[in-house]
Protein backbone atom coordinates (compact mmCIF):
# COMPACT_ATOMS: atom_id res chain seq x y z
CA UNK A 1 0.00 0.00 0.00
CA UNK A 2 1.41 3.50 -0.62
CA UNK A 3 2.70 5.33 2.47
CA UNK A 4 0.25 8.83 1.77
CA UNK A 5 -2.80 6.18 1.07
CA UNK A 6 -1.86 4.15 4.39
CA UNK A 7 -1.31 7.37 6.11
CA UNK A 8 -4.42 9.05 5.51
CA UNK A 9 -6.63 5.57 6.29
CA UNK A 10 -4.59 5.57 9.62
CA UNK A 11 -6.07 9.26 10.26
CA UNK A 12 -9.15 8.37 9.22
CA UNK A 13 -9.21 5.28 11.75
CA UNK A 14 -8.00 7.08 14.49
CA UNK A 15 -10.62 10.03 14.09
CA UNK A 16 -12.94 7.69 14.45
CA UNK A 17 -12.11 5.47 17.11
CA UNK A 18 -10.19 7.75 19.40
CA UNK A 19 -12.34 8.47 22.21
CA UNK A 20 -14.18 11.98 22.23
CA UNK A 21 -12.25 14.30 25.25
CA UNK A 22 -14.46 15.98 27.46
CA UNK A 23 -13.56 18.98 29.53
CA UNK A 24 -13.59 18.54 33.36
CA UNK A 25 -17.06 21.10 33.82
CA UNK A 26 -18.54 20.86 37.19
CA UNK A 27 -21.72 20.71 37.95
CA UNK A 28 -22.67 24.68 38.81
CA UNK A 29 -26.69 24.19 37.58
CA UNK A 30 -29.26 21.89 37.33
CA UNK A 31 -28.24 19.13 33.95
CA UNK A 32 -31.18 16.75 33.10
CA UNK A 33 -28.26 14.16 31.48
CA UNK A 34 -30.73 12.74 28.76
CA UNK A 35 -32.34 15.91 27.77
CA UNK A 36 -30.89 16.23 24.82
CA UNK A 37 -32.54 12.86 23.47
CA UNK A 38 -29.14 10.91 23.19
CA UNK A 39 -25.43 10.36 25.14
CA UNK A 40 -23.85 13.50 24.09
CA UNK A 41 -23.81 14.92 28.08
CA UNK A 42 -21.94 11.21 28.67
CA UNK A 43 -18.19 10.91 27.80
CA UNK A 44 -16.61 8.08 25.88
CA UNK A 45 -16.37 5.41 26.00
CA UNK A 46 -20.08 4.65 25.38
CA UNK A 47 -19.82 0.75 24.87
CA UNK A 48 -23.54 -0.48 23.68
CA UNK A 49 -25.59 1.93 25.60
CA UNK A 50 -28.52 3.46 23.47
CA UNK A 51 -31.64 5.57 23.77
CA UNK A 52 -34.69 4.25 23.84
CA UNK A 53 -38.45 5.34 24.33
CA UNK A 54 -39.13 2.75 27.19
CA UNK A 55 -38.70 -0.38 28.42
CA UNK A 56 -40.17 -3.90 29.55
CA UNK A 57 -38.88 -7.61 30.42
CA UNK A 58 -39.24 -9.22 27.73
CA UNK A 59 -42.29 -11.61 26.77
CA UNK A 60 -40.23 -14.60 26.85
CA UNK A 61 -37.78 -14.12 29.22
CA UNK A 62 -37.83 -12.17 32.13
CA UNK A 63 -34.06 -12.24 32.65
CA UNK A 64 -33.93 -9.42 29.66
CA UNK A 65 -35.44 -5.97 28.66
CA UNK A 66 -36.52 -4.84 25.34
CA UNK A 67 -37.58 -1.56 24.59
CA UNK A 68 -39.35 0.78 21.87
CA UNK A 69 -38.00 2.97 19.43
CA UNK A 70 -37.13 6.52 21.35
CA UNK A 71 -34.70 9.07 23.31
CA UNK A 72 -35.95 9.34 27.02
CA UNK A 73 -34.38 6.64 28.27
CA UNK A 74 -30.71 4.61 28.23
CA UNK A 75 -30.55 1.12 28.02
CA UNK A 76 -26.87 -0.98 28.62
CA UNK A 77 -27.57 -2.98 24.83
CA UNK A 78 -28.99 -5.93 23.79
CA UNK A 79 -26.62 -8.19 25.68
CA UNK A 80 -26.75 -6.29 29.03
CA UNK A 81 -23.62 -6.01 29.39
CA UNK A 82 -21.29 -3.44 28.76
CA UNK A 83 -19.10 -0.30 29.09
CA UNK A 84 -19.89 1.90 32.39
CA UNK A 85 -21.68 5.17 31.94
CA UNK A 86 -19.98 8.20 32.76
CA UNK A 87 -21.67 12.00 32.72
CA UNK A 88 -19.64 15.01 30.91
CA UNK A 89 -19.81 16.79 33.68
CA UNK A 90 -18.69 16.44 37.19
CA UNK A 91 -19.69 16.71 40.45
CA UNK A 92 -19.35 17.61 44.21
CA UNK A 93 -22.28 18.19 46.94
CA UNK A 94 -25.39 16.96 44.66
CA UNK A 95 -28.61 16.28 44.78
CA UNK A 96 -30.08 14.04 42.18
CA UNK A 97 -32.60 11.90 40.94
CA UNK A 98 -32.39 9.14 38.99
CA UNK A 99 -35.53 6.79 37.53
CA UNK A 100 -34.32 3.31 37.13
CA UNK A 101 -36.02 -0.50 35.75
CA UNK A 102 -33.80 -3.93 35.70
CA UNK A 103 -34.54 -7.11 34.47
CA UNK A 104 -34.93 -10.14 36.79
CA UNK A 105 -32.26 -10.88 38.48
CA UNK A 106 -30.40 -8.16 37.00
CA UNK A 107 -27.80 -5.81 39.28
CA UNK A 108 -26.31 -2.68 38.10
CA UNK A 109 -24.86 0.57 40.79
CA UNK A 110 -25.04 4.46 40.61
CA UNK A 111 -21.70 5.71 41.48
CA UNK A 112 -21.64 9.32 42.90
CA UNK A 113 -18.56 10.91 42.12
CA UNK A 114 -17.81 8.02 40.03
CA UNK A 115 -16.45 6.33 43.53
CA UNK A 116 -19.64 5.90 45.77
CA UNK A 117 -22.07 3.16 44.85
CA UNK A 118 -25.85 3.19 45.47
CA UNK A 119 -26.63 -0.57 44.64
CA UNK A 120 -29.27 -1.54 41.57
CA UNK A 121 -30.49 -4.72 41.90
CA UNK A 122 -33.69 -7.21 41.87
CA UNK A 123 -34.13 -7.30 45.53
CA UNK A 124 -37.96 -7.85 44.83
CA UNK A 125 -39.56 -9.65 47.98
CA UNK A 126 -36.46 -10.00 50.07
CA UNK A 127 -36.76 -9.79 53.23
CA UNK A 128 -33.30 -10.18 54.84
CA UNK A 129 -31.66 -7.16 53.28
CA UNK A 130 -27.86 -6.83 53.37
CA UNK A 131 -25.31 -4.19 51.90
CA UNK A 132 -25.54 -5.67 48.33
CA UNK A 133 -29.53 -5.75 47.73
CA UNK A 134 -31.09 -2.28 45.95
CA UNK A 135 -29.96 0.72 47.56
CA UNK A 136 -27.52 -0.55 49.71
CA UNK A 137 -24.31 1.63 50.45
CA UNK A 138 -21.87 -0.71 48.71
CA UNK A 139 -18.89 -1.94 51.24
CA UNK A 140 -15.53 0.40 50.76
CA UNK A 141 -12.44 -0.97 49.60
CA UNK A 142 -9.75 -1.90 52.10
CA UNK A 143 -6.29 -0.72 51.51
CA UNK A 144 -2.73 -2.05 51.45
CA UNK A 145 -4.62 -5.54 50.85
CA UNK A 146 -6.89 -4.97 53.89
CA UNK A 147 -10.47 -6.81 53.54
CA UNK A 148 -13.73 -4.74 52.56
CA UNK A 149 -15.62 -2.66 54.91
CA UNK A 150 -18.01 -0.69 55.78
CA UNK A 151 -21.49 -1.89 53.29
CA UNK A 152 -24.73 -0.44 54.77
CA UNK A 153 -28.33 -2.24 54.04
CA UNK A 154 -31.10 -0.32 53.61
CA UNK A 155 -33.54 0.54 56.69
CA UNK A 156 -36.42 -1.64 54.35
CA UNK A 157 -36.87 -3.26 51.18
CA UNK A 158 -38.17 -0.65 48.89
CA UNK A 159 -38.31 -2.03 45.38
CA UNK A 160 -40.63 -3.21 43.57
CA UNK A 161 -41.01 -5.92 40.82
CA UNK A 162 -38.45 -6.00 37.97
CA UNK A 163 -39.44 -3.83 34.88
CA UNK A 164 -41.35 -1.67 36.69
CA UNK A 165 -40.07 1.95 36.93
CA UNK A 166 -38.23 2.73 40.57
CA UNK A 167 -36.74 6.15 41.75
CA UNK A 168 -33.94 7.43 43.59
CA UNK A 169 -33.77 10.83 45.38
CA UNK A 170 -30.21 11.25 46.80
CA UNK A 171 -28.56 13.83 48.58
CA UNK A 172 -25.01 13.48 48.61
CA UNK A 173 -22.01 15.43 49.88
CA UNK A 174 -18.53 15.02 48.41
CA UNK A 175 -15.48 14.20 51.12
CA UNK A 176 -13.37 17.37 52.39
CA UNK A 177 -9.85 18.53 51.85
CA UNK A 178 -7.20 21.05 53.40
CA UNK A 179 -5.39 23.77 51.83
CA UNK A 180 -2.72 20.83 51.28
CA UNK A 181 -4.70 18.41 50.16
CA UNK A 182 -5.17 16.14 52.92
CA UNK A 183 -8.54 14.74 53.56
CA UNK A 184 -10.10 16.02 56.68
CA UNK A 185 -14.21 14.64 56.45
CA UNK A 186 -15.53 11.79 54.31
CA UNK A 187 -18.20 11.67 52.17
CA UNK A 188 -21.50 11.19 52.94
CA UNK A 189 -24.84 10.44 52.22
CA UNK A 190 -27.15 12.41 53.37
CA UNK A 191 -30.04 10.85 52.50
CA UNK A 192 -31.27 8.12 50.16
CA UNK A 193 -34.84 7.81 49.19
CA UNK A 194 -36.32 4.95 47.28
CA UNK A 195 -39.73 4.86 46.06
CA UNK A 196 -40.87 7.29 48.60
CA UNK A 197 -39.20 5.56 51.65
CA UNK A 198 -36.00 6.75 53.12
CA UNK A 199 -33.63 3.98 53.49
CA UNK A 200 -30.83 5.75 54.50
CA UNK A 201 -29.26 8.88 56.44
CA UNK A 202 -26.56 10.04 57.53
CA UNK A 203 -24.19 7.42 56.65
CA UNK A 204 -20.17 8.71 55.91
CA UNK A 205 -18.65 6.53 53.36
CA UNK A 206 -14.78 6.26 54.32
CA UNK A 207 -13.16 5.39 50.69
CA UNK A 208 -14.15 4.42 47.45
CA UNK A 209 -16.43 1.15 46.75
CA UNK A 210 -14.20 -1.43 44.96
CA UNK A 211 -15.56 -1.30 41.70
CA UNK A 212 -15.39 2.22 41.13
CA UNK A 213 -13.96 4.14 38.68
CA UNK A 214 -11.32 6.10 40.34
CA UNK A 215 -9.70 4.49 43.58
CA UNK A 216 -7.92 8.02 44.76
CA UNK A 217 -11.06 10.87 46.19
CA UNK A 218 -11.51 13.98 44.81
CA UNK A 219 -13.36 16.87 45.50
CA UNK A 220 -15.40 16.55 42.27
CA UNK A 221 -16.34 13.60 40.00
CA UNK A 222 -18.02 12.01 37.23
CA UNK A 223 -21.62 10.67 37.87
CA UNK A 224 -21.30 6.40 36.81
CA UNK A 225 -23.72 4.10 35.60
CA UNK A 226 -22.56 0.18 36.18
CA UNK A 227 -23.24 -1.50 32.65
CA UNK A 228 -21.70 -4.69 32.82
CA UNK A 229 -24.12 -6.62 35.67
CA UNK A 230 -26.99 -6.98 34.04
CA UNK A 231 -29.73 -5.44 31.94
CA UNK A 232 -30.48 -1.95 33.14
CA UNK A 233 -32.08 1.19 32.06
CA UNK A 234 -32.29 4.66 33.61
CA UNK A 235 -34.33 7.67 32.76
CA UNK A 236 -34.69 11.02 33.79
CA UNK A 237 -31.61 11.26 35.49
CA UNK A 238 -31.16 15.21 36.66
CA UNK A 239 -28.20 16.93 39.14
CA UNK A 240 -28.65 19.64 40.92
CA UNK A 241 -25.88 21.49 42.95
CA UNK A 242 -25.90 21.80 46.82
CA UNK A 243 -26.06 25.04 48.43
Keep these: MHSRFRSIIVGVLTLVLAPTLVSAETLSAPVDLFSTGDLTQCRAPL???????????????????????????????DKGKTADLHSAVEHGDVQLHVEFAVAKGSNSGIYLMSRYEIQVLDSWGKTELKYSDC???????GKNGAPSHGGVAPKVNASKKPGEWQVFDITFRAPR????????????????VLNGQVIHENEPVTGPTRSGT????????????QGDHGPVAYRNVRLEPLK
Design 47 to 77: GDWLMAGDVALAPDDEKRLVWTEGNAVAVNG
Design 214 to 225: YTDEQATGPLMF
Design 135 to 141: GGIYEQT
Design 177 to 192: FDEKGKKIKDAEFVKV
